[in-house]
């Protein structure tokens, strides 16, 4: 018995195992694999595309003609033609859904009264379709753009609040007792510990709304604009040019990828310690 004892006391002294972390190279290996994996399926989707009668016409989307277009799309300058509206619109869509979630999220993460006063209608407006208010849109806008604008923004905005309301709850309350040891007031220590500390978690939450919002972004553009990549994929299926379809929607994806890569490296990089 006194064996056993022994036993459970010397296994909870020991710490748990940790998963092993892979190497930067193994890392970049791995993505590759997974990068080729979904290039296979594509490859697979294509000549069964080919091979069936009644999809023949959609050969468009197979690998071959979809990477000529994308090719025609890249040499031409038409691919930065359709992305450079939307990128701008995205951007625009960001930084309004920034601007009013960050302090907001700050604002009910600091405060409980608040918190409970705002949580409820904020969780309701995030269960709406954004694509749900685009009558609304059209009619209070005076441009395609701003309306397109305003849905980017009201599907962006919900990640970035609750994300970083749910930062600002788990901020050490021992950071904020030594600010207020120092003598920083309710303002310096929201911009000398409070932000930093979140931070990472507000970037986050922008990656977070940066998916939505790229989702949102090409339905969004099938409105009156005439340029943009939501624009650009609806002219081809009106004209069933399915290979340059497929190389639009390639070309989504990778831009897509990237800005997502981008705001994931610089969220890893944001982590806060406060100096001793």
């Keep these: 018995m006194s064996g056993g004892v022994t036993l459970a006391a010397e296994a909870a002294t020991v710490p748990p195992r940790r998963p092993a972390r892979i190497g930067p190279a193994l890392d970049r290996l791995a993505t590759l694999l997974g990068l080729a994996g979904l290039g296979l399926v594509w490859f697979v989707a294509g000549l069964v595309l080919e091979s069936v009668p009644g999809y023949a016409a959609f050969a ?39 601007g009013l979630g960050a302090p907001l999220g700050l ?32 009619l209070a806008f005076p441009s395609w753009d701003g309306a397109i604008v305003f849905l980017i923004a009201a599907a962006a905005i919900w990640p970035i609040l609750f994300a970083t309301t749910a930062g600002v709850k788990r901020v050490d309350p021992v950071w904020l007792a030594m600010a207020r040891n120092l003598g920083a007031g309710r303002l310096a220590t929201l911009r000398t510990v409070v932000v930093p500390a979140v931070l990472q978690d507000i970037l986050t939450g922008l990656r977070l709304a940066l998916g939505v919002a790229w989702i949102v972004l090409v339905p969004a553009e099938y409105l009156g604009v005439t340029s943009g ?9 009106d004209t069933l040019s399915y290979d340059r379809l497929a190389a639009l929607v390639l070309l989504i994806g990778l831009i897509g990828f990237a800005l997502d890569s981008g705001l ?13």
């Design 107 to 138: 604002l009910m993460g600091s405060s409980p009264l608040a918190e409970r006063i705002l949580q409820p209608p904020f969780q309701l407006l995030r269960m709406i379709s954004p694509l749900a208010w685009m009558p609304v849109a059209v």
């Design 60 to 98: 468009g989307f197979a690998p071959g003609p979809a990477l000529a277009s994308f090719a025609e799309l890249l040499t031409s300058g038409e691919a930065w033609r359709a992305a450079a509206p939307s990128l701008l619109r995205i951007g625009q869509g960001l930084g309004v859904a920034f």
């Design 229 to 237: 990549l939501g624009y650009a994929i609806n002219d081809a299926r």
């Design 264 to 276: 994931g490296r610089l969220a890893a990089r944001a982590r806060w310690t406060p100096a001793t």
